[in-house]
Structures are given as structure tokens and as C-alpha cells.
């Protein structure tokens, strides 16, 4: 017996759809299903890169993660990357083919021609793969936009799959998201929508079995769970919504880290594993203030190299940085971050900017070079003269040169990267603080953190997940509801 698609839509953005998607992955995985994860459209600054060297969402190569099996650029065909406020970077079967704004890519007339694409990288999915558990994107009920939609209802239709509505209860007014969301839907929607999950709930979840026969009563569909908030489980987070709820200060009693909160930031989950670091207070700030606190400054990636170098500029940030740095503090720079650390960025080709040149901050003596060609790999490698093995992945427009090599980096016969001395560092290699031993040399010998292997704590956490899931939803209705004849 296979079983048809599975999906998870929400009521908004934030809600929970990747996570729980993630964890009925790892359920199906464990009952002797072979999963796969797909979301037909995504907008994050949180990336990754498939064995192939094409770029997906990173919340689909998390999803995959928890299926067990390698990430493809068919599990996120459609990936949007703001650029600015209002135009994003728009990547198909994982290679970027130009830029639009949110008016042209909206309302312009090729939303068809993405959808097909879309379907044809599910089938190709559906292949290899059983079942599918998409995620959708957002609220499905946004009403100016959902004729044009590729990633909501309209592709649970075409996969003929089974939608389990999420709703966050810890934001309030559940009631009205759950039964606004389901009234605004046309029937042949609403038909599709199988079951309703709360998520996020804080107490004692008794206490809103008066409140599940409320909804069930108002909608005329089944709750088919009511999921805890759960501050023990760490999956990865997706988006910006998340890094608006992360730490923003320094502390007095732990390492000071502050990774520079740039206007265009991209991944931020480079810092997931570090900011778990019993020794480590992490946080993202602005403010020159308190950047100023930090023992460590990290320059993380950004999707606009030159604006966020003008932004140091203009808050004052880049004078904190250069001060740090003059006095032996760490400052470390991570893909754009290494870039604007040294003497100068050009863009030649227009890819970011009208600007031909700026000077960086001067740290580093490399020159770089923004590039029509996007470079996307992952790599394994060894960290300056440490015999362990490292894995992580680029994904960068632009090269960068010196006169002056110090490689940081060796990854086999070629090295990358640029060490100026234990305290300053910059490399292209994004996961690059996934590997303990890039953390243990950071932090120094202080004590040691109890995660040593970054994969067998992600599968521990997969699995808590899942035994979380197991023990709030109604698993046996559901597969019960997506069972199709071989």
C-alpha cells in the first residue's frame, strides 16, 4: 500500500509548517516509508546547496535531512532571494535566472509557466519518493494573491493531497484565524483540508478540550492534535520571522559573540550549532553600541554585498568593527561578510548595484569581484592545520584575490579562505561552525561542548520530534485518510 500526498498549510506565516513537516518526515521515515519533502515555492535568505551544486531553500534540505536522504533541487523548484525591499533574486531548478521585482513577479504573466515547472519537478518527485509531504507558504487565505498561487491549494489539487491546516495558538486568537481561514476558502479547497492542527500550545493541554469541540463545531473538521510548545526540540528555523526572536544582547557572564545583523542577512543558521555553545552568549544586533560589547564579531553573508557594506558605514558599525580589531578582539567575516572585509568590492556587471567600486573596511588584503555566475558547491575541508575532516557549502556572486596568500581553508589540492591571524578570518565557506572544531578553536580551550557530531544531534532532535508528533496527533487518521491501493 502506498500512500498519497500529505501537506501542511497554515493560517500565516511562522505558524509552524516546516517543523512539523520535518517531523512527520522523520514519523514516515520510521515506519519503513522512503518520504521526500517539497515546497513548491520559497522566499528565504537561508539557502543550501544539493550534492548536484544547485541552490534550494534550506528548510527543504532540513526536511530532507529528516527523511534521510539527500536534498534535490526538485524538493524547492522555485526559490525567491530578496535583493532589496522590493525585488528578489529568483532561482528555478536551483541556478538563478535574473531578478524581479515583488510587482513583476506578482502580477507579471509567467506565474503559469513557474507552475508548470513546479508540477513537473512534483512528478518527478512522486517517482522516486512516497509520500510526498509538501509544505505550503504563508496564510492560504490571502485572497489578492491566491489566483496567482503555486505553492498553496492550488498544488495540494494537483498532487491530490491530503491538507492538515496549522494554527499557532501562542499568538492568540485562534479561533478566529482557524474559522477565517477555512470561510475564505472555495469549496473545492476546503474539500481538500483534512484535519487541524494546533500548535505552540503552553500548559496543560486538558484544558482546551473545550476549545477543540469549539473549532471542530465552527469548521465541521477534525483537530487532529494540539502540539506543545516544545523549547527542548532544536530544528532548524526557516526565515526572518525567526531571527526576529533571536538573543539581541550581550551578557556578562559567557563568550560575547555578535553577528552583525545586516539589512540583507542570509544564513543565519551558520550560527545554530555556536549559539548552542554552553559557553556562548550569541546574539544579532545593529546597534554599534552593543557590537561593541562582543569578544567575537562574525560578518555573516548578506544577499547585497555593497548596500550592507554602506549600511557599517552610515550606523557607525564599521568604526566599532575596525576598533575591535585594532585591539586583538576576534573578527571573523562569512561569505559577503568576507568581502567586506577587504580593501575593495567591485561590481562591473551591475549584479548588485549601480556602484563600480567601493572601498571595504581594509582587515583582509584581498580585492573582490561580484560575478554574473552564481558559485554553488559543497565542500569538505580541513581548518587551518587541524587534521579533522569539515563539511559546509558556498554560495556566492563574486571572487575574491590577494597578493598575499594565506589560505584558512585546505580542500583537497586547492585552498580558500583567508587566515590573518588566530583572532581574524574570513572564508566563502557557509556551515563552516558546524564543525566542533572550528567552534573549539573560536571559543579556545575554555571547556568543551557535550554536541561533538552535528549529524547525530540533528537525528536526535528528528526523533524527539517525531515522538512528539506521535504522542499529540491522530497518526493512525491520518495515515488512514492518505492510504491509496498500489
Known sequence: MKKSPIMFVG??????????????CRVLKQDGYHPAPFKAQNMSLNSFVTPEGLEIGRAQAVQADACGIPCKSNMNPVLLKPTSHKSSQIILHGKPIGNQTANEYFLGNNKENLFNEAKNAFDSLAAEYHPIVLEGAGSISELNLKHRDIVNMRM??????SVYLIADIDKGGVFASVYGTIELLEKWERDLIKGIIINKFRGDINLFETGRDKIEELTGIPVIGVVPYASDIYIEDEDSVALSQKNEMASTEKINIA??????????????????DERVNLFYSKSAEEIEKADIIILPGTKNTIADLQFLR???????????????????????????????????????????????LGILPLKTALTKEKTTIQREFKFKNYEEKCRGYEIH???SVTNKPSPLLQINDTKEGYLLNDNCWGSYMH????????????????SKNEVKNYEAFKNENFDKLADLLRDCLDIEKIYAQTTIVA
Do not use: W
Open 11 to 24: 493560517t500565516g506565516s511562522d505558524v509552524g509548517k516546516s517543523i512539523i513537516t520535518a517531523g512527520f
Open 156 to 161: 495540494a489539487q494537483y498532487a491530490k493531497a
Open 259 to 276: 553577528v552583525v545583523l545586516l539589512p540583507h542577512i542570509s544564513n543565519y543558521t551558520d550560527f545554530n550549532l555556536l549559539e548552542r
Open 314 to 360: 552610515t550606523d557607525c558599525i564599521a568604526k566599532v568593527v575596525l576598533k575591535a580589531f585594532d585591539v586583538g578582539k576576534k573578527v571573523i567575516g562569512i561569505c559577503g561578510g568576507y568581502q567586506m572585509m577587504g580593501e575593495e568590492v567591485s561590481d562591473p556587471f551591475g549584479v548588485e548595484s549601480d556602484a563600480t567600486i567601493i572601498p571595504g
Open 397 to 399: 556572486m563574486g571572487t
Open 431 to 446: 556551515g563552516i561552525f558546524d564543525n566542533q572544531v572550528v567552534i573549539d578553536d573560536l571559543l579556545g580551550s575554555v
